[in-house]
């Protein structure tokens, strides 16, 4: 029994060092277990999708895993990325350029970011508090601007979309499915971009140090403000990125889009190990996370389980992550 006791408690001091370990250890048991009980999951055709759908979330996954880990929430971003929807597809059927209108989305959903950041470090209102209030609001202005009913475009096809979330040829003649989109491309690069922004920049030491120590940054002279500042605008770029990615597929958006995007962000986030008190976490176990979620609303649609089952199964699943997490933590 003892010798039971120590190896248990030196497994855990190994994975208390790897911040991925909950999520990539529930990555694989799910996997597994969808495997052998959902008809038709290790299809192609099934695989593109958890790829295809897990990147958008995944790229605002990015954005929100990035801000929690500076200390701060950002519960508006999937009021956010409908408005950068409705503003591409409202300056394109208006007659705009795509590029102008695909630069005037992104200026919309960073500008939004930056009204919160704004909010949180000049009236030092807890950021939870102050979204949950742009939330409402932001989604207020998504109706109001898209007059409460869906935007579409139905013109010429736009040869820019192809690039932007257009058929991955490869992919899916390699597969012979039409289930991988270039959204991949998007998701991966962006991933890739912001890990070694967050590991290996100035920037991201400051991050973790804003969400970690405010108190010894400033000593240190880093400005934690302009930092969360900054982290709170790129959050909404990311999310203006993953809206007009989406627009370039469905060509059409509606006052309800990305409605609880914003939970399911933050649950990415925390089941991938970033802390919800900040300055300790990775992108990649927030990436991760997201692709978790999307395999679990895949798994159960394939086994015909209604979707209030995966609402219920997200909840357990932080609940557990957290605990899992804090007690891998506690073993440092």
Sequence with gaps: MGLLSEKIANARHRLSYIPEAVVLISFFLLFIFFSLSAPHFLTPIAIGNILTFGSITGIVAIGVGMLMIAGEFDLSVGSNFALAGYVLALSINAGTPVALAILFALLASTLLGLVNGLIVTRTNIPSFIATLGTMLAYRGIVRAVGGGDFASYTGEAIPL????????????????????????????????????????????????????????????????????????????????????????????????????????????????????????????????????????????????????????????????????????????
């Design 161 to 332: 979309f192809q690039y932007l979330n257009g058929d991955f040829t490869l992919l899916n003649r390699w597969f012979q499915v039409d289930a991988f989109r270039t959204s991949l491309i998007w998701f991966i690069g962006l991933a890739i971009l912001f890990i070694i922004i967050l590991m290996r920049t100035p920037f991201g030491n400051w991050i973790f140090a804003a969400g970690g120590l405010p108190g010894a940054a400033r000593a240190q002279g880093v400005n934690v403000s302009r930092v969360k500042l900054l982290a709170f605008s790129i959050t909404g770029l990311l999310v203006g990125i993953a809206g007009i990615l989406q627009f370039s597929h469905r060509l059409s958006v509606d006052p309800l889009r990305g409605e609880g995007m914003e939970m399911i962000a933050v649950a990415a986030c925390a089941i991938g190990g970033i802390r919800l008190t900040g300055g300790s976490g990775t992108l990649l176990g927030a990436l991760f996370g997201a692709l978790l979620l999307q395999m679990l609303d895949q798994g159960l649609v394939l086994m015909g389980i209604p979707i209030q089952v995966f609402q219920a199964s997200v909840g357990l699943i932080i609940i557990l992550s957290v605990i899992s997490n804090t007690y891998l933590g506690k073993a440092t």
